[in-house]
């Protein structure tokens, strides 16, 4: 019994001795990114984010500097929705791409109709914001009984959003279309 007690003591030991080094180099690497790293959080206080969306939106900006003893440094970007329980970042858009939870994230007294569709363009902006790189090919038209937020136009293909409204205006579908068939165009 004795013997037990001396071997479980020693691996006790043994583990909270590594546990102090562990601590004591995460201290030092949380000290080394505090000192290279800094990041905000901003609240997007759009109108248009507040009245269409259930969520606050939030931009993430996180600057890495002097990393290797280079002045230059690295930003990284991030949009993300919080939920109250959870922040996610908005689906990925790669190809033509069903939204479901950007739909569930649209406000349940929200009417996609002609005098609000301008503020859901400005929605967009916010959260799939268009690349500066790329040129402005935004627009919005209905057409056939769905709403078309053109993004982008690749080789005289139009994309962007295309959402599903009832006869009221209520958003029951969104997703993003790399090409449009041509009826659906304006």
Same mark, same amino acid.
């Given at each position: 019994?004795?013997?037990?007690?001396? !071997? /479980?003591?020693?691996? @006790?030991? !043994? =583990?909270?001795?590594?546990?102090?080094? &562990?601590?004591?180099?995460? =201290?030092?690497?949380?000290?080394? @990114? +505090?000192? &290279?790293?800094? %990041?905000?959080?901003?609240? !997007?206080?759009?109108?248009? !984010?507040?009245?269409?969306?259930?969520?606050?939106?939030?931009?993430?900006?996180?600057? #890495?500097?002097?990393?290797? /003893?280079?002045?230059?440094?690295?930003?990284?970007?991030?949009?993300?929705?919080?939920?109250?329980?959870?922040?996610?970042? $908005?689906?990925?858009?790669? #190809?033509? %791409?069903?939204?479901?939870?950007? %739909?569930?994230?649209?406000?349940?007294? $929200?009417?996609?109709?002609?005098?609000?569709?301008? +503020?859901?363009?400005?929605? @967009?902006?916010?959260?799939?914001?268009?690349?500066?790189?790329?040129?402005?090919?935004?627009?919005?038209?209905?057409?056939?009984?769905?709403?078309?937020?053109?993004?982008?136009?690749?080789?005289?293909?139009?994309?962007? $959003?295309?959402?599903?409204?009832?006869? *009221? /205006?209520?958003?029951? =579908?969104?997703?993003?279309?790399? *090409?449009?068939?041509?009826?659906?165009?304006?």
């Amino acid at each position: 019994m004795s013997r037990n007690f001396l !071997v /479980g003591t020693l691996l @006790l030991f !043994v =583990h909270v001795t590594f546990g102090q080094d &562990s601590l004591e180099a995460s =201290h030092r690497l949380d000290n080394f @990114l +505090y000192k &290279s790293c800094t %990041t905000n959080y901003n609240l !997007v206080t759009s109108e248009s !984010v507040k009245n269409i969306l259930k969520y606050n939106v939030f931009y993430i900006t996180q600057e #890495t500097k002097n990393i290797y /003893g280079e002045k230059e440094k690295q930003v990284n970007e991030f949009i993300v929705i919080d939920n109250g329980e959870q922040v996610k970042r $908005f689906e990925r858009i790669k #190809t033509s %791409t069903d939204l479901p939870e950007l %739909t569930s994230y649209i406000r349940d007294d $929200f009417f996609l109709n002609k005098e609000s569709a301008p +503020y859901f363009q400005v929605l @967009l902006d916010y959260i799939y914001p268009i690349a500066e790189w790329k040129p402005d090919k935004r627009e919005f038209f209905f057409k056939n009984g769905k709403w078309y937020f053109l993004r982008d136009a690749y080789f005289r293909t139009k994309q962007g $959003f295309e959402i599903t409204v009832d006869s *009221k /205006g209520k958003i029951t =579908h969104i997703c993003y279309k790399m *090409k449009w068939d041509e009826p659906e165009s304006k």
